[in-house]
RNA sequence: CGGGGCGUGGCGCAGUCUGGUUAGCGCGCCUGCUUUGGGAGCAGGAAGUCGGAGGUUCGAAUCCUCUCGCCCCGACCA
């Protein structure tokens, strides 16, 4: 491809509101524009790269026994309906109504496809000689986000890879879940990407697996814990807090006193009225498990974790007090709970961290009023111990006996065991061999195409531009004619060109008439990732210049054969990023 | 949805508080000459309803009201 002949409108300047590294050079390296909050063009170099993620995706999707369809991105709102799903998108799920002839038909733009593909396979499997089978599809996806941000990273649509497994038992579902993890595993190695599986909360579905698959990036909307000693790695939400120590601190108690604390009610307010740390607080909140008002005590810093209190409840639904709720249990408006001398008696459930502070601060159960000196054993009483909160960084490690670091990271796909969920409410089921009938136990596996590119160069990129990994590159190689005027400089340059073309290999000429410094920011702004320079001064001694772009000095090859060995080291790169492969 | 910031040629910005010539600057673009290995120099040129609507005023990019859009923080994220 001829530079000239192509669109690639890089930028000196970033554009204002562009602030993370792929936001900045995607738009700089002439890789996307922006349409409008959460939608971008991706323009030619942009749609080669994507196209690039997309292919290994579909090569191992396929390798590993997905079969590839493609659904349309319309659909019925009432299969929506169905599931549920109507209203648990809420105003994510993008809903239209259009006229046709005299009756108004509703709609649906995909945010994902379980109803849509659950429908079409209880329309066509009925029988267990048809399972186990792995559907799967790339298309584009539609999701009104309340905030679409950081790029292409968070877009209100966007290219996903989803397939969808159907298994007749759970076991046979493990089976697929291990391909398609293992798959997962191929395709973002291939990608050059440094990622870690994590654990994931796999939702209100059975207690089954579910792992995503995380970039760790410093501009990641997630937050996943990892240990480097045993290699635990689990999303924030999920995240396991190991025990401590539980010896109780050893200081004098102080004497339990109220004091005034008039208008303060988070914990914020209260630690700074009454000059002490947040982690010197205890706070106490009032939730309803199944309808029961029980109390969940937690260190004023740390977060509570709907989740395990939900598991430590022994709960089916559990969500935040309502005040009504609130204040008739405790006597108190909210934000002045504490767990010594509620109104009523509830259970009270804490955090094991609670076991280690002493002389805390907590609601006094009184409006604008809290307490001091509050100690575990003297002033009040805990009926269970649990891991109730989000893990941070430098918490013990669940697994073994070393902390867990908090990293931020990006979400680039994500595997869920689902279960029978979908294909009852649907009714795909399928008849056994003594034609006893059950539901489709189902399996869903996602990958973000357009968060793998977003995620390559966040990870990989240096003050001058992006340095693309050998697979995601949208061109293998630039040739970089210094002086496209002269006639010698141009023929070198167009051979070598049609050579490497010729060899399959990904090229792209500058023909630009531009000063050679131009050429070179250029270059490095869009990050191919072996540039050719043909030059004046090497050309007299028969020679070229080549230069990965992660290599800070160039080295010179001979004119003569240069288009076999440039070639040769490009297979060499992608050999390298395929080693994966088993 | 709460908080904050910003809309001025293709891109980045100044001017707005304190209203007053033909609205500036850098980059890019076009023409010419010179230059030519890390974003060239000189000369000439094209390009803007100052996000939009309404209002105040002799006069509005500038003041007032409404509105649209973009970005960031938080909340949310099957």
Request: hydrophobic residues 40%.
């Amino acid at each position: 491809m001829l530079w000239t002949q192509t669109l690639i409108p890089t930028m000196k300047e970033t554009p204002e509101g562009a602030e993370i590294p792929s936001h900045v050079l995607m738009l700089r390296a002439g890789l996307i524009g922006q349409v409008m909050a959460g939608a971008y063009t991706y323009l030619p170099l942009g749609l080669r790269s994507l196209r690039k993620a997309e292919n290994i995706v579909r090569e191992e999707m396929n390798a590993a026994g997905a079969v590839e369809l493609l659904m349309p991105a319309i659909s019925p709102i009432s299969l929506w309906e169905q599931t549920g799903r109507a209203e648990a998108f809420g105003d994510v799920l993008i809903k239209f109504t259009i006229r046709r002839q005299n009756r108004k038909v509703r709609m649906a733009l995909g945010p994902t496809h379980e109803e849509v593909i659950t429908d079409l396979v209880a329309r066509h499997i009925s029988s267990y000689r048809q399972l186990p089978i792995t559907l799967y599809q790339i298309q584009t996806k539609f999701r009104n986000e309340e905030r679409p941000r950081f790029g292409v990273l968070r877009t209100s649509e966007f290219l996903m890879k989803d397939a969808y497994s159907f298994d007749t038992s759970v076991e046979s579902l493990g089976e697929n879940y291990k391909k398609m993890y293992a798959a997962y595993c191929r395709i973002f190695e291939r990608c050059g990407l440094e990622y870690l599986p994590v654990e994931a909360e796999s939702g209100p579905i059975g207690g089954d697996v579910s792992h995503e698959f995380m970039v760790p990036a410093e501009n990641g909307e997630d937050t996943l814990l990892h240990c480097a000693e045993c290699g635990y790695a689990a999303n924030q939400e999920r995240a396991e807090v190991g025990a401590r120590d539980v010896a109780p601190p050893d200081v004098p108690l102080e004497e339990l006193k109220k004091v005034d604390t008039p208008g303060a009610s988070t914990i914020e307010q209260v630690s700074s009225f009454l000059g002490c740390k947040p982690q010197n607080l205890i706070k106490t909140l009032i939730y309803t498990a199944d309808g029961k008002p029980i109390a969940v005590l937690a260190r004023g810093d740390h977060e509570a974790n709907e989740g395990k209190i939900r598991r430590a409840a022994v709960a089916e639904k559990l969500e935040l007090a309502d005040p009504e709720m609130i204040e008739r249990v405790t006597g108190a408006p909210v934000g002045f709970a504490g767990p010594v001398g509620t109104k009523e008696k509830i259970a009270i459930l804490a955090d094991r961290d609670i076991r280690q502070m002493a002389n805390s601060v907590t609601g006094a159960n009184a409006a604008d009023a809290h307490l001091t000196g509050v100690n575990l054993g003297r002033d009040f009483e805990v009926d269970q111990f649990a891991d109730l909160r989000n893990a941070v960084d430098g918490d013990p490690c669940p697994r073994c006996n070393s902390q867990l670091a908090g990293r931020h990271a990006i979400e680039v796909g994500h595997v869920f065991k689902l279960g029978t969920k979908y294909s009852e409410a649907l009714s795909a089921r399928f008849l056994d061999d003594r034609e006893q009938q059950h539901p489709i136990v189902m399996g869903c596996y996602g990958i973000g195409i357009n968060r793998i590119i977003a995620a390559a160069i966040e990870t990989s990129h240096d003050e001058n531009g992006i340095i693309w990994p050998v697979a995601l590159a949208p061109y293998e190689v630039l040739l970089v004619p210094l002086k496209v005027t002269d006639e010698q400089t141009m023929k070198v340059a167009t051979q070598l060109h049609d050579d490497l073309s010729a060899a399959g290999i990904d090229v792209l000429l500058d023909d630009r008439d531009a000063r050679a410094g131009v050429k070179f920011k250029d270059a490095d702004l869009i990050g191919i990732p072996l540039r050719v320079v043909i030059g004046p001064r090497g050309l007299k001694q028969g020679q070229l210049e080549i230069k990965w772009r992660w290599e800070k000095e160039p080295r010179m090859i001979d004119r003569d054969g240069a288009a076999e060995l440039v070639a040769e080291l490009i297979r060499c790169k992608r050999k390298e990023s395929d080693n994966s492969r088993v």
